[in-house]
Protein backbone atom coordinates (compact mmCIF):
# COMPACT_ATOMS: atom_id res chain seq x y z
CA UNK A 1 0.00 0.00 0.00
CA UNK A 2 2.35 2.40 1.09
CA UNK A 3 4.74 1.72 -2.00
CA UNK A 4 1.35 2.21 -4.24
CA UNK A 5 0.85 5.78 -2.31
CA UNK A 6 4.87 6.93 -2.76
CA UNK A 7 4.86 5.81 -6.82
CA UNK A 8 1.51 7.58 -7.59
CA UNK A 9 2.39 10.76 -5.12
CA UNK A 10 6.00 10.89 -7.33
CA UNK A 11 4.02 9.75 -10.62
CA UNK A 12 1.64 12.93 -9.10
CA UNK A 13 4.97 14.87 -8.64
CA UNK A 14 5.84 14.36 -12.60
CA UNK A 15 2.85 14.88 -13.99
CA UNK A 16 2.85 18.60 -11.94
CA UNK A 17 6.59 18.95 -14.14
CA UNK A 18 4.88 17.92 -17.15
CA UNK A 19 2.34 20.07 -16.72
CA UNK A 20 4.19 23.30 -16.08
CA UNK A 21 6.18 22.38 -19.25
CA UNK A 22 2.85 21.18 -21.69
CA UNK A 23 0.70 23.97 -20.51
CA UNK A 24 2.69 26.66 -22.38
CA UNK A 25 3.55 24.79 -25.29
CA UNK A 26 -0.16 23.59 -25.53
CA UNK A 27 -1.48 26.98 -25.88
CA UNK A 28 1.49 28.42 -28.31
CA UNK A 29 0.83 25.45 -30.64
CA UNK A 30 -2.73 26.22 -30.19
CA UNK A 31 -2.73 30.11 -30.85
CA UNK A 32 0.08 30.51 -32.86
CA UNK A 33 0.72 27.01 -34.30
CA UNK A 34 3.97 27.41 -33.58
CA UNK A 35 5.89 24.13 -32.78
CA UNK A 36 8.30 25.67 -30.12
CA UNK A 37 11.09 23.31 -29.09
CA UNK A 38 13.06 25.81 -27.86
CA UNK A 39 10.78 25.67 -24.93
CA UNK A 40 12.69 23.50 -22.87
CA UNK A 41 15.42 26.79 -23.05
CA UNK A 42 12.74 28.47 -21.07
CA UNK A 43 12.85 25.99 -18.75
CA UNK A 44 16.36 25.87 -18.41
CA UNK A 45 16.67 29.90 -17.91
CA UNK A 46 14.04 29.40 -15.20
CA UNK A 47 16.32 26.71 -13.12
CA UNK A 48 19.51 28.43 -13.76
CA UNK A 49 18.16 31.54 -12.55
CA UNK A 50 16.82 30.31 -9.77
CA UNK A 51 20.02 28.22 -9.02
CA UNK A 52 21.93 31.38 -9.47
CA UNK A 53 20.06 33.84 -7.30
CA UNK A 54 19.08 31.25 -4.04
CA UNK A 55 21.90 32.25 -2.68
CA UNK A 56 21.73 35.62 -2.41
CA UNK A 57 17.77 35.88 -2.16
CA UNK A 58 16.74 32.96 -0.53
CA UNK A 59 14.62 30.45 -2.46
CA UNK A 60 10.99 31.90 -2.65
CA UNK A 61 12.35 35.22 -4.32
CA UNK A 62 14.52 33.11 -6.31
CA UNK A 63 11.82 31.42 -7.25
CA UNK A 64 10.14 34.40 -8.67
CA UNK A 65 13.09 35.50 -10.34
CA UNK A 66 13.64 32.18 -12.59
CA UNK A 67 9.64 32.39 -13.46
CA UNK A 68 9.97 36.32 -14.46
CA UNK A 69 13.78 35.51 -16.60
CA UNK A 70 12.10 33.04 -18.32
CA UNK A 71 8.88 34.67 -19.05
CA UNK A 72 11.03 37.61 -20.40
CA UNK A 73 13.25 34.89 -22.48
CA UNK A 74 9.83 33.87 -23.99
CA UNK A 75 8.66 37.03 -24.93
CA UNK A 76 11.85 37.86 -26.62
CA UNK A 77 12.07 35.09 -28.59
CA UNK A 78 8.65 35.58 -29.79
CA UNK A 79 9.59 38.91 -30.58
CA UNK A 80 12.85 38.68 -32.54
CA UNK A 81 12.91 35.16 -33.89
CA UNK A 82 9.14 33.51 -34.46
CA UNK A 83 7.64 37.02 -35.43
CA UNK A 84 9.39 37.78 -38.80
CA UNK A 85 8.56 33.99 -39.85
CA UNK A 86 5.05 33.34 -38.97
CA UNK A 87 3.87 32.44 -42.72
CA UNK A 88 6.78 30.24 -42.69
CA UNK A 89 6.26 27.09 -40.51
CA UNK A 90 9.64 25.31 -41.55
CA UNK A 91 11.84 28.03 -40.90
CA UNK A 92 9.89 28.76 -37.52
CA UNK A 93 10.49 24.44 -37.18
CA UNK A 94 14.20 24.96 -37.63
CA UNK A 95 14.91 28.56 -35.96
CA UNK A 96 13.43 26.98 -32.54
CA UNK A 97 15.52 23.75 -33.02
CA UNK A 98 18.92 26.05 -33.62
CA UNK A 99 17.96 28.01 -30.81
CA UNK A 100 17.53 25.14 -28.06
CA UNK A 101 20.63 23.40 -29.59
CA UNK A 102 22.60 26.88 -29.23
CA UNK A 103 20.99 27.43 -25.59
CA UNK A 104 22.42 23.93 -24.46
CA UNK A 105 25.84 25.04 -25.74
CA UNK A 106 25.67 28.79 -24.03
CA UNK A 107 24.67 27.07 -20.81
CA UNK A 108 27.61 24.49 -21.07
CA UNK A 109 29.93 27.21 -22.07
CA UNK A 110 29.07 29.12 -18.89
CA UNK A 111 28.75 27.02 -16.44
CA UNK A 112 29.85 23.33 -17.64
CA UNK A 113 27.99 20.47 -18.62
CA UNK A 114 28.12 18.24 -14.97
CA UNK A 115 25.00 18.77 -13.23
CA UNK A 116 25.11 21.32 -10.47
CA UNK A 117 23.81 20.72 -7.01
CA UNK A 118 20.80 22.80 -6.32
CA UNK A 119 19.67 24.75 -3.47
CA UNK A 120 17.03 23.47 -1.64
CA UNK A 121 15.35 25.08 0.94
CA UNK A 122 15.39 22.71 4.01
CA UNK A 123 11.72 22.18 4.32
CA UNK A 124 11.28 20.53 1.41
CA UNK A 125 13.68 17.76 2.22
CA UNK A 126 11.10 17.10 5.00
CA UNK A 127 9.29 13.73 4.75
CA UNK A 128 5.64 13.27 5.60
CA UNK A 129 3.59 10.46 6.50
CA UNK A 130 0.21 10.36 4.27
CA UNK A 131 -1.25 6.41 4.37
CA UNK A 132 1.53 5.01 5.73
CA UNK A 133 3.33 6.13 3.23
CA UNK A 134 6.86 8.77 3.45
CA UNK A 135 6.70 11.21 1.40
CA UNK A 136 9.22 13.87 0.44
CA UNK A 137 7.71 17.26 0.34
CA UNK A 138 9.10 18.27 -2.45
CA UNK A 139 6.28 16.00 -4.64
CA UNK A 140 3.56 17.72 -2.60
CA UNK A 141 5.26 21.20 -3.61
CA UNK A 142 5.71 20.36 -7.28
CA UNK A 143 1.97 19.28 -7.14
CA UNK A 144 0.53 21.88 -4.84
CA UNK A 145 2.09 24.68 -8.00
CA UNK A 146 0.52 22.70 -10.79
CA UNK A 147 -2.76 22.91 -9.40
CA UNK A 148 -2.53 26.01 -8.31
CA UNK A 149 -1.73 26.96 -11.95
CA UNK A 150 -4.16 25.43 -13.67
CA UNK A 151 -6.84 27.05 -11.34
CA UNK A 152 -5.16 30.13 -12.13
CA UNK A 153 -4.76 29.60 -16.24
CA UNK A 154 -8.34 28.51 -16.49
CA UNK A 155 -9.89 31.37 -14.32
CA UNK A 156 -7.50 33.91 -16.71
CA UNK A 157 -8.85 31.95 -19.94
CA UNK A 158 -12.18 31.91 -18.59
CA UNK A 159 -12.72 35.29 -17.14
CA UNK A 160 -10.16 38.08 -18.81
CA UNK A 161 -10.60 39.73 -21.99
CA UNK A 162 -7.21 38.53 -23.14
CA UNK A 163 -8.06 34.78 -21.93
CA UNK A 164 -11.11 35.22 -24.29
CA UNK A 165 -8.87 36.55 -26.93
CA UNK A 166 -6.96 33.26 -26.93
CA UNK A 167 -10.00 31.07 -26.58
CA UNK A 168 -11.36 32.34 -30.01
CA UNK A 169 -8.09 32.11 -31.64
CA UNK A 170 -7.08 28.67 -30.94
CA UNK A 171 -10.26 27.98 -32.77
CA UNK A 172 -9.77 30.09 -35.35
CA UNK A 173 -7.23 33.12 -35.33
CA UNK A 174 -7.78 34.79 -38.83
CA UNK A 175 -11.56 35.44 -37.21
CA UNK A 176 -10.05 37.21 -34.12
CA UNK A 177 -8.07 39.18 -36.41
CA UNK A 178 -11.24 40.18 -38.74
CA UNK A 179 -13.13 41.14 -35.48
CA UNK A 180 -10.12 44.07 -35.20
CA UNK A 181 -8.13 42.56 -32.54
CA UNK A 182 -4.43 41.88 -33.24
CA UNK A 183 -3.96 38.50 -32.55
CA UNK A 184 -0.53 38.86 -32.24
CA UNK A 185 -0.28 40.76 -29.52
CA UNK A 186 -1.68 37.49 -28.05
CA UNK A 187 0.73 35.40 -29.06
CA UNK A 188 3.69 37.38 -27.26
CA UNK A 189 1.81 37.02 -24.12
CA UNK A 190 1.10 33.61 -24.71
CA UNK A 191 4.68 33.09 -25.24
CA UNK A 192 5.55 34.74 -22.31
CA UNK A 193 3.30 32.66 -19.97
CA UNK A 194 4.91 29.53 -21.42
CA UNK A 195 8.06 30.96 -20.76
CA UNK A 196 7.04 31.99 -17.23
CA UNK A 197 5.11 28.29 -16.62
CA UNK A 198 8.27 26.16 -18.06
CA UNK A 199 10.59 28.88 -15.75
CA UNK A 200 8.21 27.91 -12.86
CA UNK A 201 9.03 23.87 -13.87
CA UNK A 202 12.63 24.52 -13.95
CA UNK A 203 12.33 26.29 -10.88
CA UNK A 204 10.81 23.30 -8.57
CA UNK A 205 12.07 20.80 -11.12
CA UNK A 206 15.70 21.42 -9.52
CA UNK A 207 14.22 20.59 -6.08
CA UNK A 208 12.89 17.58 -7.72
CA UNK A 209 15.38 16.53 -9.28
CA UNK A 210 17.99 17.70 -6.56
CA UNK A 211 20.44 19.20 -9.50
CA UNK A 212 20.45 21.87 -12.29
CA UNK A 213 22.26 20.69 -15.91
CA UNK A 214 22.02 22.50 -19.46
CA UNK A 215 20.22 19.31 -21.39
CA UNK A 216 17.17 19.03 -18.67
CA UNK A 217 14.99 21.15 -20.47
CA UNK A 218 15.39 19.08 -23.22
CA UNK A 219 14.85 15.98 -22.14
CA UNK A 220 11.73 16.88 -20.41
CA UNK A 221 10.44 18.50 -23.44
CA UNK A 222 9.84 15.18 -25.17
CA UNK A 223 7.23 14.31 -22.78
CA UNK A 224 5.83 17.57 -22.05
CA UNK A 225 4.99 17.40 -26.52
CA UNK A 226 4.04 13.31 -25.91
CA UNK A 227 1.49 15.48 -23.17
CA UNK A 228 -0.07 18.17 -25.55
CA UNK A 229 -0.51 15.66 -28.24
CA UNK A 230 -2.49 13.24 -25.88
CA UNK A 231 -4.15 16.01 -24.52
CA UNK A 232 -5.41 18.12 -27.80
CA UNK A 233 -3.39 21.14 -28.87
CA UNK A 234 -4.35 24.45 -26.98
CA UNK A 235 -6.56 22.71 -24.33
CA UNK A 236 -5.57 23.16 -20.61
CA UNK A 237 -7.44 20.60 -19.15
CA UNK A 238 -6.61 18.35 -21.79
CA UNK A 239 -3.12 18.99 -20.77
CA UNK A 240 -3.59 18.42 -17.56
CA UNK A 241 -5.41 14.91 -17.85
CA UNK A 242 -2.91 13.97 -19.83
CA UNK A 243 -0.01 15.30 -17.87
CA UNK A 244 -1.40 12.95 -14.83
CA UNK A 245 -1.71 9.75 -17.43
CA UNK A 246 1.59 9.89 -18.41
CA UNK A 247 3.17 11.17 -14.84
CA UNK A 248 1.39 7.93 -13.47
CA UNK A 249 2.02 5.25 -16.46
CA UNK A 250 5.30 6.03 -16.18
CA UNK A 251 6.25 5.96 -12.57
CA UNK A 252 4.17 2.50 -12.56
CA UNK A 253 5.36 0.50 -14.95
CA UNK A 254 9.34 2.09 -14.16
CA UNK A 255 9.14 0.40 -10.99
CA UNK A 256 7.61 -2.81 -11.38
CA UNK A 257 8.46 -3.53 -14.59
CA UNK A 258 12.58 -3.08 -16.45
CA UNK A 259 13.70 0.16 -16.55
CA UNK A 260 12.75 2.67 -19.29
CA UNK A 261 9.33 0.24 -20.00
CA UNK A 262 7.59 3.28 -18.52
CA UNK A 263 8.99 5.24 -21.58
CA UNK A 264 7.84 2.38 -24.04
CA UNK A 265 4.80 2.90 -22.55
CA UNK A 266 4.12 6.13 -22.64
CA UNK A 267 4.59 6.06 -26.39
CA UNK A 268 2.25 3.34 -26.71
CA UNK A 269 -0.13 5.25 -24.93
CA UNK A 270 -0.15 8.09 -27.26
CA UNK A 271 -0.42 5.37 -30.21
CA UNK A 272 -3.52 4.49 -28.96
CA UNK A 273 -4.74 7.96 -27.86
CA UNK A 274 -3.85 8.97 -31.37
CA UNK A 275 -5.47 5.90 -32.76
CA UNK A 276 -8.76 6.27 -31.11
CA UNK A 277 -9.13 10.18 -31.15
CA UNK A 278 -6.49 12.43 -33.38
CA UNK A 279 -7.05 15.50 -32.19
CA UNK A 280 -6.39 14.31 -28.64
CA UNK A 281 -8.83 13.37 -25.31
CA UNK A 282 -10.25 17.18 -25.36
CA UNK A 283 -9.79 17.77 -29.02
CA UNK A 284 -12.73 18.36 -31.14
CA UNK A 285 -12.90 16.43 -34.16
CA UNK A 286 -13.52 19.45 -36.57
CA UNK A 287 -10.64 21.74 -35.30
CA UNK B 1 -19.62 53.18 -65.29
CA UNK B 2 -21.13 54.43 -62.17
CA UNK B 3 -21.86 58.00 -61.22
CA UNK B 4 -21.32 59.79 -57.84
CA UNK B 5 -18.63 59.25 -55.15
CA UNK B 6 -17.82 55.95 -54.01
CA UNK B 7 -17.02 54.78 -50.49
CA UNK B 8 -14.98 51.63 -51.56
CA UNK B 9 -12.38 51.78 -55.24
CA UNK B 10 -11.03 48.42 -56.07
CA UNK B 11 -8.46 49.07 -58.70
CA UNK B 12 -6.50 46.39 -60.82
CA UNK B 13 -6.82 43.90 -57.72
CA UNK B 14 -4.69 40.81 -58.86
CA UNK B 15 -4.28 37.74 -56.58
CA UNK B 16 -2.12 34.43 -56.94
CA UNK B 17 -2.70 31.76 -55.12
CA UNK B 18 -0.58 28.52 -55.19
CA UNK B 19 0.75 29.15 -58.24
CA UNK B 20 -3.36 30.02 -60.28
CA UNK B 21 -3.79 33.45 -60.73
CA UNK B 22 -6.90 33.65 -59.61
CA UNK B 23 -8.07 37.83 -59.67
CA UNK B 24 -6.66 39.14 -62.66
CA UNK B 25 -7.22 42.95 -62.44
CA UNK B 26 -10.39 43.50 -61.05
CA UNK B 27 -11.79 47.00 -60.79
CA UNK B 28 -15.08 48.12 -59.42
CA UNK B 29 -16.58 50.70 -56.80
CA UNK B 30 -18.90 50.22 -53.97
CA UNK B 31 -21.44 53.58 -53.46
CA UNK B 32 -22.02 55.27 -50.48
CA UNK B 33 -25.31 53.54 -49.43
CA UNK B 34 -27.40 50.44 -49.82
CA UNK B 35 -26.05 46.99 -50.96
CA UNK B 36 -23.26 46.10 -53.72
CA UNK B 37 -23.69 42.60 -55.05
CA UNK B 38 -20.87 40.95 -55.95
CA UNK B 39 -22.11 37.66 -58.39
CA UNK B 40 -20.35 34.92 -60.41
CA UNK B 41 -20.04 31.71 -60.64
CA UNK B 42 -18.73 29.50 -58.24
CA UNK B 43 -15.05 29.76 -57.86
CA UNK B 44 -14.81 32.84 -59.76
CA UNK B 45 -13.01 35.10 -56.68
CA UNK B 46 -15.57 36.70 -54.74
CA UNK B 47 -14.43 35.68 -51.75
CA UNK B 48 -11.03 35.86 -52.43
CA UNK B 49 -12.01 39.37 -53.22
CA UNK B 50 -13.39 40.12 -49.85
CA UNK B 51 -9.85 38.56 -48.45
CA UNK B 52 -8.12 40.37 -50.51
CA UNK B 53 -9.46 43.66 -49.51
CA UNK B 54 -8.91 42.97 -45.88
CA UNK B 55 -5.97 42.04 -46.74
CA UNK B 56 -5.62 38.22 -45.63
CA UNK B 57 -4.51 37.42 -48.57
CA UNK B 58 -1.39 39.18 -50.06
CA UNK B 59 -2.74 40.85 -53.63
CA UNK B 60 -1.48 43.62 -55.68
CA UNK B 61 -3.45 46.54 -57.26
CA UNK B 62 -5.21 49.49 -55.45
CA UNK B 63 -7.85 49.38 -52.45
CA UNK B 64 -8.99 52.69 -51.21
CA UNK B 65 -11.35 53.25 -48.26
CA UNK B 66 -13.27 56.57 -48.01
CA UNK B 67 -10.09 57.87 -49.54
CA UNK B 68 -7.46 56.25 -48.04
CA UNK B 69 -5.29 53.34 -49.66
CA UNK B 70 -5.43 50.24 -47.46
CA UNK B 71 -4.55 47.80 -49.40
CA UNK B 72 -1.34 45.70 -46.88
CA UNK B 73 -2.83 47.02 -44.31
CA UNK B 74 -3.33 44.36 -41.34
CA UNK B 75 -6.68 42.84 -41.42
CA UNK B 76 -7.26 44.31 -37.83
CA UNK B 77 -6.24 47.69 -38.17
CA UNK B 78 -8.97 47.95 -41.44
CA UNK B 79 -11.62 46.15 -39.13
CA UNK B 80 -11.10 49.00 -36.06
CA UNK B 81 -11.16 51.54 -38.79
CA UNK B 82 -14.86 50.64 -39.57
CA UNK B 83 -15.14 47.79 -42.09
CA UNK B 84 -16.74 44.66 -40.73
CA UNK B 85 -16.91 41.17 -42.06
CA UNK B 86 -19.00 38.58 -42.01
CA UNK B 87 -17.16 35.48 -43.44
CA UNK B 88 -18.44 32.81 -45.64
CA UNK B 89 -17.86 30.18 -43.25
CA UNK B 90 -19.76 32.99 -40.31
CA UNK B 91 -16.84 31.86 -38.49
CA UNK B 92 -18.51 31.79 -35.16
CA UNK B 93 -16.72 30.59 -32.42
CA UNK B 94 -18.15 27.11 -31.56
CA UNK B 95 -16.20 26.80 -28.21
CA UNK B 96 -17.81 30.21 -27.04
CA UNK B 97 -21.21 30.87 -25.94
CA UNK B 98 -22.85 33.16 -27.58
CA UNK B 99 -22.47 36.18 -25.01
CA UNK B 100 -18.74 35.29 -25.26
CA UNK B 101 -18.99 35.66 -29.21
CA UNK B 102 -20.23 39.05 -29.20
CA UNK B 103 -18.19 40.27 -26.29
CA UNK B 104 -15.20 39.49 -28.20
CA UNK B 105 -16.28 42.06 -31.39
CA UNK B 106 -16.82 44.47 -29.17
CA UNK B 107 -14.30 46.95 -30.08
CA UNK B 108 -11.64 49.00 -27.62
CA UNK B 109 -11.47 51.77 -30.02
CA UNK B 110 -15.34 52.44 -30.32
CA UNK B 111 -15.51 51.83 -26.42
CA UNK B 112 -12.66 54.79 -26.03
CA UNK B 113 -14.82 57.32 -28.64
CA UNK B 114 -17.53 57.16 -26.26
CA UNK B 115 -19.50 54.75 -28.05
CA UNK B 116 -20.70 51.86 -26.68
CA UNK B 117 -21.28 48.70 -28.13
CA UNK B 118 -24.74 48.90 -30.02
CA UNK B 119 -26.47 46.06 -28.08
CA UNK B 120 -29.65 47.78 -28.80
CA UNK B 121 -29.58 47.24 -32.43
CA UNK B 122 -28.54 44.16 -31.79
CA UNK B 123 -31.32 42.57 -29.58
CA UNK B 124 -33.97 44.42 -31.37
CA UNK B 125 -32.75 42.85 -34.55
CA UNK B 126 -32.53 39.39 -32.95
CA UNK B 127 -34.44 39.03 -29.85
CA UNK B 128 -33.46 35.26 -30.01
CA UNK B 129 -29.56 36.41 -29.32
CA UNK B 130 -30.50 37.66 -25.77
CA UNK B 131 -31.89 34.10 -24.66
CA UNK B 132 -29.60 32.22 -26.10
CA UNK B 133 -26.21 34.27 -24.64
CA UNK B 134 -25.22 31.11 -22.68
CA UNK B 135 -25.24 28.80 -24.75
CA UNK B 136 -22.47 27.43 -26.58
CA UNK B 137 -22.31 28.76 -30.69
CA UNK B 138 -21.10 25.64 -32.00
CA UNK B 139 -24.85 23.88 -30.44
CA UNK B 140 -26.42 26.98 -32.90
CA UNK B 141 -28.29 26.55 -35.66
CA UNK B 142 -26.82 28.03 -39.23
CA UNK B 143 -29.29 30.24 -38.80
CA UNK B 144 -28.63 31.75 -35.60
CA UNK B 145 -25.01 31.13 -36.26
CA UNK B 146 -25.49 33.54 -38.90
CA UNK B 147 -27.27 36.31 -36.58
CA UNK B 148 -24.43 35.71 -34.40
CA UNK B 149 -21.90 36.58 -37.27
CA UNK B 150 -24.18 39.57 -38.18
CA UNK B 151 -24.98 40.63 -34.53
CA UNK B 152 -21.02 40.81 -33.89
CA UNK B 153 -20.38 43.52 -36.55
CA UNK B 154 -23.51 45.76 -35.82
CA UNK B 155 -22.24 46.48 -32.21
CA UNK B 156 -19.43 48.11 -33.58
CA UNK B 157 -19.72 51.73 -36.10
CA UNK B 158 -18.82 50.34 -39.45
CA UNK B 159 -18.32 52.73 -42.53
CA UNK B 160 -18.74 49.15 -44.90
CA UNK B 161 -19.45 45.62 -44.00
CA UNK B 162 -18.14 42.88 -46.11
CA UNK B 163 -20.60 39.97 -45.79
CA UNK B 164 -19.89 36.31 -47.48
CA UNK B 165 -23.14 34.37 -48.94
CA UNK B 166 -25.32 35.09 -45.73
CA UNK B 167 -28.17 32.61 -46.90
CA UNK B 168 -25.91 29.63 -47.76
CA UNK B 169 -27.46 26.51 -46.59
CA UNK B 170 -30.21 27.69 -44.82
CA UNK B 171 -33.53 26.54 -44.59
CA UNK B 172 -35.85 28.86 -47.11
CA UNK B 173 -37.89 30.58 -43.46
CA UNK B 174 -34.27 31.17 -42.46
CA UNK B 175 -33.56 32.69 -45.81
CA UNK B 176 -36.38 34.82 -45.92
CA UNK B 177 -35.30 36.35 -41.89
CA UNK B 178 -31.73 36.68 -42.92
CA UNK B 179 -32.48 38.52 -45.82
CA UNK B 180 -34.64 41.07 -43.84
CA UNK B 181 -32.25 41.82 -41.20
CA UNK B 182 -30.03 42.33 -43.71
CA UNK B 183 -32.10 45.02 -45.47
CA UNK B 184 -32.49 46.82 -42.35
CA UNK B 185 -28.99 46.61 -41.43
CA UNK B 186 -28.31 48.26 -45.10
CA UNK B 187 -30.41 51.24 -44.01
CA UNK B 188 -27.92 52.24 -41.45
CA UNK B 189 -24.32 50.64 -43.50
CA UNK B 190 -23.59 50.01 -47.05
CA UNK B 191 -22.68 46.28 -47.95
CA UNK B 192 -20.55 44.78 -50.20
CA UNK B 193 -22.53 41.17 -50.91
CA UNK B 194 -21.46 38.25 -51.90
CA UNK B 195 -24.81 36.35 -52.54
CA UNK B 196 -25.60 32.75 -54.96
CA UNK B 197 -29.04 32.77 -54.23
CA UNK B 198 -30.72 35.57 -56.90
CA UNK B 199 -34.13 36.47 -55.40
CA UNK B 200 -31.85 37.61 -52.51
CA UNK B 201 -30.62 39.57 -54.71
CA UNK B 202 -33.16 40.81 -56.45
CA UNK B 203 -34.37 42.34 -52.91
CA UNK B 204 -31.26 43.72 -51.71
CA UNK B 205 -29.02 45.00 -54.01
CA UNK B 206 -28.87 48.47 -55.57
CA UNK B 207 -25.56 47.92 -57.57
CA UNK B 208 -24.32 44.61 -58.95
CA UNK B 209 -20.98 43.86 -60.07
CA UNK B 210 -20.05 40.45 -62.13
CA UNK B 211 -16.85 38.78 -62.07
CA UNK B 212 -15.94 36.27 -64.72
CA UNK B 213 -12.27 34.26 -65.26
CA UNK B 214 -10.93 36.90 -63.03
CA UNK B 215 -12.57 40.09 -63.87
CA UNK B 216 -15.19 41.84 -64.19
CA UNK B 217 -17.34 41.33 -66.77
CA UNK B 218 -20.56 43.67 -65.68
CA UNK B 219 -20.86 46.38 -63.41
CA UNK B 220 -24.07 48.17 -63.05
CA UNK B 221 -27.83 48.81 -61.29
CA UNK B 222 -28.49 44.93 -60.14
CA UNK B 223 -32.02 46.16 -61.93
CA UNK B 224 -30.40 46.28 -65.70
CA UNK B 225 -28.90 42.85 -64.98
CA UNK B 226 -31.37 40.80 -63.51
CA UNK B 227 -34.27 42.41 -65.57
CA UNK B 228 -32.66 41.14 -68.81
CA UNK B 229 -32.96 37.31 -68.69
CA UNK B 230 -29.92 36.73 -71.33
CA UNK B 231 -27.76 38.75 -69.65
CA UNK B 232 -28.25 37.09 -66.50
CA UNK B 233 -28.02 33.35 -68.26
CA UNK B 234 -24.74 34.84 -69.85
CA UNK B 235 -22.84 35.96 -67.14
CA UNK B 236 -24.10 33.53 -64.21
CA UNK B 237 -24.77 30.77 -65.68
CA UNK B 238 -28.38 30.38 -64.83
CA UNK B 239 -31.58 30.66 -66.61
CA UNK B 240 -33.83 33.60 -65.80
CA UNK B 241 -36.97 31.39 -65.47
CA UNK B 242 -35.84 29.90 -62.69
CA UNK B 243 -34.97 32.79 -60.71
CA UNK B 244 -37.98 34.82 -61.69
CA UNK B 245 -40.41 32.23 -60.61
CA UNK B 246 -38.46 30.83 -57.05
CA UNK B 247 -39.13 33.54 -54.96
CA UNK B 248 -37.01 33.35 -51.33
CA UNK B 249 -38.99 29.83 -51.05
CA UNK B 250 -36.54 28.09 -52.92
CA UNK B 251 -34.68 25.18 -50.98
CA UNK B 252 -31.50 26.24 -49.18
CA UNK B 253 -29.57 22.75 -50.89
CA UNK B 254 -30.45 24.42 -54.36
CA UNK B 255 -30.16 27.94 -54.23
CA UNK B 256 -31.85 29.36 -57.69
CA UNK B 257 -28.67 30.58 -58.50
CA UNK B 258 -26.39 27.52 -58.32
CA UNK B 259 -24.35 27.82 -61.61
CA UNK B 260 -24.57 25.04 -63.82
CA UNK B 261 -20.66 25.00 -64.64
CA UNK B 262 -20.43 23.99 -60.99
Redesign the interface.
Known sequence: MSTIVLLTATGLGLAALYFLVAAGLSLVFGLAGVLNFAHGLFLSAGAYATWWAAPHWGFGPAVAFGVACAAAVGALVELVLIRPLYRRPTEQVLVTVGLSLAGVALLQAVWGADPRPYPRPQWTKQVLTVLGARLPADRLLLLGAAVVVLAGLAAFLRFTRHGLVIRAGVENRAMVSALGIDVRRSFTLVFAIGGGLAGLAGSLGGVYFGSVSPGQGASLLIFAFIVVVIGGMGSVAGTALAAVAVGLVQQFVNYYGTGGAGDVCVVALLAIVLLARPHGISGRVTA | MLEGPSLLEVRDLSVRLGGSHILQGVSFEVPLTGVTALLGRNGVGKTTTLRAI?G?IPATGAVTFDGEPILGR???RL??SGLG?V?EDR?V????TVA?NL???E?R?SREHGADPDYDTVFMLFPELRERAAQRAGTLSGGQQQMVALA?VLL?PNRLLLVDEPTKGLAPAVVSAVTAALSRVAQRVPILLVEQNLAVVRRLAGTAVVLSAGRVAWHGPAADLLGSADQTRALLGVGTTATTTTATTTTATTPPAAPRSA
Do not use: I, S
Not at chain 2, 93 to 96: I, P
Open positions: LEPTYVRYPGFAGLERLARARN
